[in-house]
């Protein structure tokens, strides 16, 4: 960005409006950041009208030159793509977290039913099925992989916050 007597530039606290930059320049700015990028011109702004008038393309250019709006431009569509991925990232998350839970607990009653069915089965000693027992050991070892596999996708998933969350700390450098 442009700096004012070889200082860092000044942004107004509170928006991104620039130091200097009038509040009719600052609103057409906002009318060429709020445009789709793949839609958005210098040219086509000289086409709306701000306070009742439309301001010539040389105006338009001026004000976009003064006020580095291109980079502005740059910067902003940057932060909402990022929000963008924030929050699709947030929604896998969430909806991996409801999946596990669900597995988690249909896996959990396997086990239950499974340790249920085996204390019966020993209670009488004669009465044993081997077919059957050796179901119900089938079962229970399924049960136990099926946990396996969750505790593998929720440290995948907690390595892949955390990857997220460093490239989020070097992106923030640029």
């Given amino acids: ?12 606290p509170g928006n991104d409006q620039m130091l200097g930059e009038t509040p009719l320049a600052y609103t057409y700015y906002k009318l060429y950041r709020d445009t789709p990028p793949e839609a958005r011109s210098l040219r ?28 502005r431009v740059a910067i902003y569509d940057t932060m909402v793509a990022r929000a963008a991925f924030q929050e699709q990232l947030t929604q896998r998350q969430a909806e991996v977290l409801a999946f596990i839970n669900e597995d988690m ?15 019966e089965l020993t209670r ?15 079962a229970y070892r399924e049960s ?6 969750l505790i593998i996708i929720m440290q995948e998933e907690k390595d892949d916050a955390q990857e997220m969350e460093a490239w989020e700390e070097r992106a923030e450098f640029f």
Avoid at 1 to 12: A, E, R, S
Avoid at 45 to 51: A, G, I, N, P, S
Avoid at 144 to 149: A, G, I, M, Q, S
């Fill in 1 to 12: 960005m442009k700096t004012h007597d070889n200082q860092l530039p000044v942004k107004i």
């Fill in 44 to 71: 086509a702004l000289c086409h709306l009208e701000v306070t009742g008038k439309k301001r010539s393309e040389r105006v338009i250019k001026r004000w976009s030159s003064e006020h580095d709006w291109q980079e």
């Fill in 105 to 119: 607990d249909i896996s959990l009653k396997f086990q239950k039913v499974c340790k249920a069915r085996l204390e």
């Fill in 124 to 138: 009488v000693a004669e009465n044993v099925d081997c077919r059957e027992l050796r179901q119900l050991a089938l």
């Fill in 144 to 149: 136990r992989e099926w946990l396996k596999d």
